[in-house]
């Protein structure tokens, strides 16, 4: 059934599930009860063991090191986010020749240019949404190098390097997880540019993604190597 806003009934179920089904993964993954489950806790640990390092090393520079090539990382998701915003707000200009290639398409449903400029605002949207993680990331990323930099030294009694390198864990994870989410958005994002198609395939589209996500989430091979029993 067609509505007065060119989109169908259908249309607006596959957009409130896309965004249900992406709401719901991050609150699974960072904040409910199955979160310890997930291979971001499971890199908790070595976070924690990594700052235990920091702190009782005598200015080695392998920390700074490894630091700096992680904010390399979200530096190159966030520039290639701005680029991407870029492109996809260039294309609200050719909006009259992508309807007529879709046109042309099977099973294609976006038959106007009002379709086209929402469907596009939508993952312009996203791109958005994972820019200001990136950028966020790497600015806290920023942070916890200065505070790398200011680590007590190993002199210092154990009650206190071990305050220091649990608040340092944390932090870290914080910077990652925004880094994660971010890049979660980009797998929703190429859900999302299966709606110029149909509702149908968005909807596919955006289920496939919730599973592959959980699956890398709880499932993946190097969390079960993370789990292994050392013996």
Do not use: C
Request: charged share 15%; aromatic share 16%.
């Amino acid at each position: 059934m067609q509505t007065s806003f060119n989109f169908s009934t259908l249309d607006f179920i596959a957009l409130a599930l896309f965004f249900v089904v992406w709401i719901s993964h991050s609150y699974i993954v960072n904040h409910s009860r199955w979160s310890p489950l997930t291979i971001t806790s499971a890199m908790v640990s070595m976070r924690e063991q990594w700052m235990r390092n920091v702190v009782r090393r005598d200015g080695a520079p392998i920390d700074a090191l490894i630091q700096t090539g992680l904010q390399q990382g979200v530096l190159f998701f966030g520039s290639t986010s701005v680029l991407l915003i870029g492109g996809l707000v260039a294309g609200f200009g050719a909006a009259d020749t992508a309807v007529a290639i879709l046109q042309e398409l099977p099973l294609s449903t976006t038959h106007s240019r009002f379709q086209w400029e929402v469907k596009l605002l939508l993952v312009v949207f996203i791109f958005v949404f994972a820019f200001f993680k990136f950028a966020w990331s790497y600015r806290l990323y920023n942070y916890i190098l200065i505070m790398i930099g200011a680590a007590p030294n190993g002199d210092e009694d154990e009650h206190t390097l071990d305050l220091y390198s649990r608040k340092l864990s944390l932090l870290h994870a914080l910077a990652a997880r925004h880094f994660t989410t971010g890049l979660n958005a980009y797998f929703f994002a190429l859900a999302a540019f299966t709606w110029f198609l149909n509702a149908w395939l968005f909807m596919a589209a955006t289920l496939w993604v919730a599973l592959v996500l959980y699956r890398r989430a709880f499932r993946s091979g190097f969390l079960k190597i993370l789990k292994m029993n050392e013996h």
